[in-house]
């Protein structure tokens, strides 16, 4: 029986109006985990180490990727000649596939990302993706009209930057360096990696701009 | 086996729908663009697909299309540039 | 040439993106790990769950939800495989719900 009829045929069981109905994958997945668990297949703690792992990827990470290639010219060129080598430096491992690729934004070039055959995404450095990356319009829209996309998230760009769409259709995952804000010289870091958010890194918008200088250090977080 | 192709080479992906699983979206079929750059040798994902081991292997490259050229309603005065990475397979030298 | 639902890179149509952001509910953290423990042990391979997922019916898969596609591709694989039977699966499901009402 092919992946087709087997699909109408749980459409017995699961109801087409998938929005409405969370009970039913709750039990779906609790009954194929207990199985899966009962026949010897997967452990309960591998399930459970599996969601903590994932839990603790966030998007700190790749912002602390970001902020050592802005304040490290050396490291940025080590990351965009070989990422995964780069960002092990770090003591992140992006894993063995897929590939990890750093795209850098410069005033003229602007980078975004995108799957539109289905999600990929640098998990390994950013944790989840965004249900927004995963939704049927971004995969859309991106593609064919970026800066109506860029708009939507507060970027206009001027004509003459070369906005450039990558679609991660293979093995590649890619991460987009956004461009380092004016009036950051004065920042540690670790500062810098605050002002490096998610979306930056797939690059629907820039970096966070600075909090106004005052001439004085705040005091280091406890 | 040499890859096929090298960055800075004009390419057309090949146009096809063949059953089972394949990376190569319907938006890039039939358009033509350049080499960015190989990746390099990767398991083939329609044959993963299916259960298979993936062989032969198919050297990955990024292609860079000019969006004017994949899109009628593109403005003509923007540089702007779509990139995609496509088995040897799917391309032909245009 | 017949483009297929999950091949949506230009698609008529879109809308505005919806940048609301859900917090994932138990479940769809389980069926994400399901997938990752299941790939770590060779026994789900990520382009045979892509396969399994654009096999769903295009109208449902235009209305399930992230997961909810994952877990009816999850359970079609194991399936396939003969890891699982849906008669199983059915009968476990029951079984929560008893034990629950």
């Known amino acids: 029986m092919d992946q087709h009829d087997q699909s109408h045929a749980h459409d017995r069981h699961a109801p087409i109006q998938g929005s409405t109905e969370d009970t039913y994958y709750e039990q779906r997945t609790w009954a194929i985990q207990a199985l899966l668990v009962e026949k010897g297949i997967v452990t309960a703690e591998e399930i459970r180490r599996q969601i903590e792992t994932v839990e603790a990827r966030t998007p700190a990470d790749g912002a602390k990727v970001i902020a050592r290639a802005w304040v490290d010219p050396a490291f940025k060129a080590r990351l965009l000649r070989d990422a995964k080598s780069a960002v092990a430096e770090l003591g992140y491992d992006s894993g063995e596939a897929p590939v990890l690729v750093a795209l850098e934004n410069t005033p003229k070039v602007h980078n975004v990302v995108v799957c539109t055959l289905c999600s990929c995404y640098p998990r390994a450095l950013l944790g989840l993706p965004p249900d927004w990356y995963k939704s049927l319009n971004y995969r859309s829209r991106v593609v064919v009209d970026p800066r109506s996309v860029l708009k939507e998230f507060g970027l206009e760009l001027e004509p003459d930057v070369e906005v450039r769409v990558y679609d991660s259709s293979a093995d590649m995952r890619y991460l987009v360096i956004p461009e380092r804000p004016a009036g950051t010289e004065h920042l540690s870091e670790a500062e810098l990696a605050d002002l490096v958010t998610r979306d930056s890194m797939i690059g629907v918008t820039n970096a966070r701009a600075p909090e106004p200088y005052s001439g004085r250090k705040a005091a280091a977080p406890a | ?94 | 040439m017949q483009r297929r639902v999950h091949d949506r890179g230009g698609w008529p149509d879109a809308g505005p993106i919806d940048r609301v952001e859900h917090v994932y509910t138990m479940w769809e953290r389980q069926t994400d790990a399901i997938r990752g423990v299941l790939g770590g042990k060779g026994l789900l391979r990520t382009d045979e769950l892509r396969r399994a997922i654009e096999s769903i019916e295009p109208c449902r898969y235009e209305q399930l939800r992230y997961y909810e596609r994952w877990l009816v591709a999850i359970e079609a694989l194991l399936i396939e495989k003969g890891l699982l039977t849906r008669e199983e699966i059915d009968r476990k499901m029951e079984e929560w719900v008893t034990c629950r009402s």
């Open chain 2, 1 to 94: 086996m040499a890859a096929k192709f090298q960055p800075g080479d004009r390419v057309r992906v090949r146009v096809g729908s063949p059953p089972g699983h394949f990376r190569t979206p319907a938006y890039i079929q039939g358009k033509s663009g350049v080499i960015e750059a190989l990746h390099g040798a990767f398991a083939n994902p329609e044959s993963l697909a299916l259960g298979g081991d993936g062989r032969p292997s198919q050297f990955l490259y990024q292609v860079r299309f000019e969006q004017t050229h994949l899109w009628p309603r593109y403005p003509n005065s923007l540089q702007d540039k779509l990139l995609i990475d496509i088995y040897e397979h799917w391309l032909e030298s245009a």
